[in-house]
């Protein structure tokens, strides 16, 4: 299962960036901010310990300046993700050593949408003329997410 269905993407996608994605990019799409949601909880793992703490808390993941500027961009595009999915997501991956606060654990499905909408910007900055970003559209997208967080 996704971390977020195709129906919540596309429409998050044509929100945030005016981006028409069909059901054989959405995996692409997906398979990346699944795999920087679960870098980002594991360096706030290290945070943790090296904080002294035996829980994930919010401040221990690394959420840039501009990563909390897009929160609230996301928010106003009121598009829900189901915090469920995410979880069933991580129910998927090797466990983490502690545990994520309940604050944290809440706060997922703005981390998640954040992730897309900063994914759909990225593809829009680089191509603004896209309208049907091709997979090597996302592969870039990706790229430069991994390299910026």
Known sequence: MA???FGKLEALFRKAA???IDKNKAKAITDIVEKKLYDLLLIGERNAKYNGRDVIW???VPLTKGFLETIQKFKELEEELELQDI???LATQPPLKYPLEAELENKLPE???TLLFIIA???KTVD???RQPSLEDIERAGKILDLTM
């Open 3 to 5: 971390i977020v269905g």
């Open 18 to 20: 005016g981006l028409d």
């Open 121 to 123: 910007r990225i593809i």
């Open 58 to 60: 919010e401040c221990d």
């Open 128 to 130: 603004e003329g896209c």
């Open 111 to 113: 981390i998640v949408g």
């Open 87 to 89: 979880l069933d997501f």
